[in-house]
Nanobody, 125 residues
Framework: QVQLVESGGGLVQAGGSLRLSCAAS????????MGWFRQAPGMERAFVAS????????YYADSVKGRFTISRDNAKNTVYLQMNSLKPEDTAVYYC??????????????????WGQGTQVTVSS
C-alpha cells in the first residue's frame, strides 16, 4: 500500500511560480511511474505530467509543456511539479498519482492505483 501526500499549493499571481511536492510512503515507490493531474471546478480531472520509475522519461499535456517540469527523488520518496509562468487557467486542485503496474510515463488515469488528497493552486490575474 502506498500513501501519497501533496503539498506546496497556494495563491500566486499570473506569471509566478510554485513547486508542488508529493511525498510517498512505502518501499516500492521507486518502481512506480508517477503522475500529476488537476481538476478545475466543474471540469473533469485532467492529466498534467508523468514521469517514469527512474525519472529518465517524462510526458506532458500540451497545455503545460515548456512551463511545468516533473521530477522525482527516489531516495526521498518524493515527486515534484515545478510550475512556472502560471496562468489563471492553471487554477485547479492538483493530485499526485502512482501507478504500480506501469514503469513508463502515461497520461491515462486508469493506469494509476494510488492518489493523493489534492492541493489547491489558485492563479490570480
Amino acid at each position: 500500500q502506498v500513501q501519497l501526500v501533496e503539498s506546496g499549493g497556494g495563491l500566486v499571481q499570473a506569471g509566478g511560480s510554485l513547486r508542488l511536492s508529493c511525498a510517498a510512503s512505502g518501499r516500492t515507490f521507486s518502481s512506480y511511474a508517477m503522475g500529476w493531474f488537476r481538476q478545475a471546478p466543474g471540469m473533469e480531472r485532467a492529466f498534467v505530467a508523468s514521469i517514469s520509475w527512474r525519472g529518465s522519461s517524462t510526458y506532458y499535456a500540451d497545455s503545460v509543456k515548456g512551463r511545468f517540469t516533473i521530477s522525482r527523488d527516489n531516495a526521498k520518496n518524493t515527486v515534484y511539479l515545478q510550475m512556472n509562468s502560471l496562468k489563471p487557467e492553471d487554477t485547479a486542485v492538483y493530485y499526485c498519482a502512482g501507478g504500480s503496474r506501469v514503469l513508463t510515463p502515461t497520461p491515462q488515469m486508469i493506469d494509476y492505483d494510488y492518489w493523493g488528497q489534492g492541493t489547491q493552486v489558485t492563479v490570480s490575474s
